[in-house]
């Protein structure tokens, strides 16, 4: 499947600072789905960007797909303790729906 | 609605001992089935995925097998557990010709060989 490299790995923040982690390919994707997962938890889907250049927002995260679909970021606006796990990104439109998952963003958010 | 049930949650076994894990898919028809499994906490490994009953395809040597006896059950087996096999296994289902082709995951089965 396609790679994708994900930075930073670990990420510690203090609670209303905002956060951005990035989602890297050499190549250019058909589309990219993010995911969180919990502590302990299971991954819970988030989005999927389609679109050259496209942006969505759901409440304080904001997710882009690059002009080139080669790289795709999620930032999170004014972190809470609520947003405490991996971010991970997989790019889609793979044969039987297969997902090749980046090794993930581990946030850390300090009250 | 659709859901998805993964037991045992939690298990321990010695090594050389067999597994069982069994995932059920309710709420749909003829979905794809996935086993994924996660090391230390980070990464997930694809192991196996299913596209239908007996249809499995494996995505890396292992020591570990996995069926698909009804529409909606994937099973993740292996015959003698190496130390190796520790690890947070989850399986996931997609529905066929979705749009977005998200996956849900079940709460995943964590497996600890001695």
């Known amino acids: 499947g396609q790679q994708v490299m994900q930075i930073p790995q670990y990420q510690h923040v203090q609670e209303g600072e905002d956060f951005t982690t990035y989602c890297n390919s050499s190549t250019t994707l058909s589309n990219i789905q993010w995911y969180k997962q919990r502590p302990g938890g299971h991954p819970v889907f988030l989005i999927q960007?389609?679109?050259?250049?496209e942006v969505k927002k759901q409440k304080r995260l904001t997710f882009q797909f690059g002009e080139a679909k080669k790289n795709s970021s999620l930032h999170i606006t004014a972190t809470q303790t609520t947003d405490v796990g991996t971010y991970f990104c997989a790019p889609g439109g793979t044969s039987y729906g297969k997902l090749t998952f980046g090794q993930g963003t581990i946030l850390t958010v300090h009250p | 609605s659709q859901t998805i049930h993964q037991w045992p949650a939690t298990l321990v076994q010695p090594v050389g001992s067999p597994l069982s894990l069994e995932c059920t898919v309710e709420?749909?028809?003829?979905?794809?089935l996935y086993w994924y499994r996660q090391a230390a906490g980070r990464g997930l490994q694809l192991l196996f995925y299913?596209?239908?009953?007996?249809?499995i395809s494996s995505e890396v040597p292992q020591n570990l097998s996995a069926s698909r006896p009804q529409d909606r059950q994937f099973i993740l087996s292996s015959k003698k557990l190496l130390l190796s096999d520790s690890g947070f296994y989850l399986c996931?289902?997609?529905?066929?010709?979705?749009?977005?082709?998200?996956?849900?995951f079940g709460e995943g089965s964590r497996l600890t060989v001695l």
């Open positions: 709420g749909t028809s003829n979905p794809n």
């Open positions: 960007l389609v679109k050259s250049g």
């Open positions: 996931a289902w997609r529905l066929k010709g979705a749009s977005t082709g998200e996956l849900f």
């Open positions: 299913s596209v239908g009953i007996g249809q």
